[in-house]
């Protein structure tokens, strides 16, 4: 019988989901076209062909130096061709430019969805895992009587949780919970002896450009008071499912009791936690709440908040609101006010949104099928 189980698990997009590629294209690299709503993205060497046969060369260099903003006015006024400019020529794909975005005043930087070597949008295996490994740690201190090594942890994490910020090891924590597999010649800190080697997760299947649509980024108070920002990107649009392929290797994962059924019940514990902390907050009107079924939903990629990247949740709640609120506190000293936080007994004190089809979501919750 093979030590291995490989399965594949299933991703259902329930709000915009960001996963960035490390760049972004500023308000001069795009084309905005309001009629249609959409944002159509330019193939950058056909463009600069186009530019070429137009002998626009230099007033392209002009014009990115400028305080013009609007890409497509500038070619319809630079190549006498007013309206029937071939944009087909030099696109590599539009977008729906979501609900945010307006011809003359929000035109803004994008951050990209990463994508692979032939355009596609695709969802790393390493952002599914992360995700997973966090859903992990949360199960095994939230419930510390049940694993091995998670009942000193907790008591670790609430003791120097009240010492101060610089008090809690993370590191040491995690490999108190993680790193049992004892290999000979290394230490228990070597990342070597993460029961975490024995789960592969693949890569996405690549999607279509359609899934993606531009999200703003928007930020909740606790009392329910918006506050747009000028953030925006690319995302992973409610509806788009995406499929993994895990592979379980029994004999190392099995060490800390991971299974394909664990994983499912480390992901709806560590939910509970999660959504825990975002209840706190009065939704305002428009918040579209969205759950799986079953409960088994996680957070995934960039813009989905603290809350879903850490286990200190799981310690005693008024330790870990001081803790959380001194570190956002340190972490972002000007502006921010998190000083406020303890106070208003939630921190971070903004909830991560955005809108889509005239409705608020919160960032990044997906359904989680095995």
């Known amino acids: 019988m093979s030590h291995l189980t490989t399965f594949k698990l299933k991703l ?18 795009y084309l905005y076209f309001p009629d249609k709503n959409r944002i159509f993205m330019l193939d950058l060497p056909k463009f600069i062909d186009f530019l070429d046969s137009r002998v626009l060369i230099d007033g392209y260099k ?11 006015h500038w070619l319809e006024e630079n190549t006498e061709l007013g309206g029937n400019i071939p944009y087909e020529n030099f696109i590599s794909y539009d977008i729906s430019a979501g609900d945010d975005i307006d011809e003359y005043h929000s035109l803004n930087n994008i951050d990209l969805f990463i994508k692979d070597k032939r355009g596609k949008p695709y969802i790393p295996g390493s952002s599914l895992k992360g995700a997973i490994r966090t ?27 009240q010492r101060g910020i610089k008090s809690v090891n993370a590191n040491l924590i995690e490999s108190w919970l993680l790193n049992t597999l004892n290999l000979p010649k290394t230490k228990e800190k070597d990342a070597v002896n993460s029961v975490m080697k024995g789960i592969e997760i693949s890569d996405s299947e690549p999607l279509e450009t359609t899934s993606l649509v531009l999200c ?11 506050n747009k920002t000028n953030v925006y990107r690319e995302c992973l649009e409610p509806g788009t499912e995406v499929e993994f392929r895990v592979t379980i290797d029994n004999i190392i994962a099995g060490k800390s009791g991971i299974t394909k059924e664990y994983l499912r ?23 579209v709440s969205v759950s799986a079924p079953d409960g088994c939903e996680l957070y995934l990629g960039g813009g989905a908040g603290f809350v879903s990247k850490t286990f200190v949740f799981t310690a005693d709640e008024a330790k870990a609101l001081d803790y ?24 971070p004190h903004m909830l991560k949104c955005t809108s889509y089809n005239n409705n608020l979501y919160q960032m990044g919750k997906c359904q989680v099928e095995f």
């Open 12 to 29: 259902k997009v329930l709000s915009p989901v960001f996963i960035g590629q490390g760049s972004e294209i500023n308000k001069k690299e």
């Open 62 to 72: 002009d014009f990115m130096l400028s305080n013009q903003s609007d890409l497509r």
């Open 135 to 161: 859903a992990i740690l949360v199960d095994m201190l939230s419930d510390p009587d049940r694993h091995e090594h998670a009942k000193k942890s907790i008591e670790y994490l609430n003791d120097r949780l």
């Open 216 to 226: 703003r980024k928007i930020d909740v108070r606790k009392n329910g008071k918006i």
């Open 265 to 287: 019940s480390a992901i709806i514990q560590a939910a509970k936690i999660q959504n825990r902390e975002y209840d706190k907050f009065q939704k305002p009107e428009g918040f």
């Open 324 to 347: 959380v609120a001194r570190l956002m506190q340190e972490s972002f000293k000007k502006g921010h006010y998190h000083h406020k936080d303890k106070a208003l007994g939630v921190s």
